[in-house]
DNA sequence: GCGAAGCTCGGGAAATTTTCCCAACGAAGC
DNA sequence: GCTTCGTTGGGAAAATTTCCCGAGCTTCGC
């Protein structure tokens, strides 16, 4: 209800940089519409600036140190459910997107993207309407096509559990001891994982499983 | 030695974020003697952006996809010893920011500094100093306090460069391809990186090199 | 009850990678 | 000048990965 009725755009920055807030600032407030009301660099920050400024639009970037910005959007619009988050992230994993939006964020668009697009976002958000930078759309389309929500769901209790193991740092032979397996089994859904998948390195599977949230750090 | 003499400090910015790179472009133009002349997104424009403008400084993010920042360091200071680099990262791991000197960086600045830390840093740069933010100093200081610093001391520059991209995902092709190696090397550096750091598995590399900071998620 | 479908478990064999050891080169240090 | 160290790669045996295959077990629908 508070919203500005000025004129214009008020917007809260949220970013833990605050070189690349100052910037963002600077690109923002060349339209001339756009006044960027107030700065944080932390959740906390932000949920307070939030409630003493109550700006139009919230742009926030999600990776941030201790909490995260996804508690951060809850926070908010808990106590405010007509907020308009923007988040505004380096990341675009299928998985941040969604659990970003179901934090009640109106808005994602990556970093890799042109000023504009983030310009033309906070107008969108703005207006009441969801925005979305076409990076961020491709990844989710090409997501929602796997019959299954998430990766996992393509794979088998055994599957599951040995990435977990694998993720974790286990060697084979560990999980075959662990698992009372034989490693050739243990090498064949190693393997079979993989192309499940569609991860090309252990490495990736790694990623996975923590996007997953299969496992920690 | 060509060095703008119509006054002021010509500067190459590198990031991969375009909206990172036009909010830096804005909040150096805002010092009336910087001129921005160049932008590049990756480590071989950088090189040819440095080519054709040579800019009094380039500042740089290192953490880029593909070949990082330090190859493009060690390209442009290889071709024109007078170079000045001025590494501008998010992260400041003691063994990243020797890695970066290593290469020839002339300055280290994070980006949680406010603005006047890096423009003040491009000034020293731009006269020939070096410069480091104090939180980088800071970092080193304690490092070199403790005798037993980080895993990562024990790695030598390409080892360090070639974890990052084995923990980012990459195959030994796409590293070898990345840094102008060939993939045997790639191997015996995949395998020193194991045996020096005591880790038997790549998702043990991975975790390793996340806690680092040589990685993010 | 019976066949299809889908996990789970492993053998086999060729292709690749990993694992070590070694050599050469340049730069840095004594 | 000599040694040490980082970098780059060859070589060759050992190990793993990559596929393909079959067999046992359950679940499911018909």
Chains 1, 2 share one sequence.
């Not at 990556?110 to 925005?131: C, D, F, M, Q, Y």
């Not at 389309?141 to 794979?155: R, Y």
């Not at 079979?192 to 569609?198: A, D, H, V, Y």
Request: proline fraction near 3%; glycine fraction near 6%.
């Amino acid at each position: 209800m508070p919203a500005s009725q000025t004129s214009g755009i008020s917007i809260l920055l949220v970013d833990d940089h605050p070189v690349v807030r100052q910037g963002y600032r600077r690109v923002l407030e060349h339209q001339g519409d756009f006044r960027v009301v107030a700065e944080a660099d932390n959740a906390a920050d932000a949920y307070r600036a939030y409630k003493s400024h109550a700006p139009d639009v919230v742009v926030m970037d999600i990776s941030m140190p201790g909490a995260s910005g996804l508690e951060a959007i809850r926070n908010i619009r808990q106590r405010s459910a007509g907020a308009r988050v923007l988040v505004f992230s380096m990341h675009s994993e299928a998985a941040l997107v969604k659990a970003a939006f179901g934090a009640g964020a109106s808005g994602y668009v990556t970093k890799s993207n042109e000023p504009t697009v983030l310009i033309a976002a906070i107008r969108s958000v703005a207006r009441g309407e969801h925005a979305m930078s076409d990076d961020v759309a491709h990844v989710l389309a090409m997501e929602s096509l796997t019959p299954s929500g998430s990766v996992l769901d393509q794979l088998g209790e055994r599957e599951i559990e040995i990435l977990r193991q694998l993720a974790a740092g286990s060697t084979t032979e560990q999980i075959a001891v662990n698992l009372n397996l034989s490693m050739k089994t243990v090498q064949n859904y190693h393997y079979l994982i993989k192309t499940k998948t569609g991860m090309r390195t252990d490495a990736q599977l790694v990623r996975l499983a923590v996007e997953c949230g299969l496992t920690s750090l």
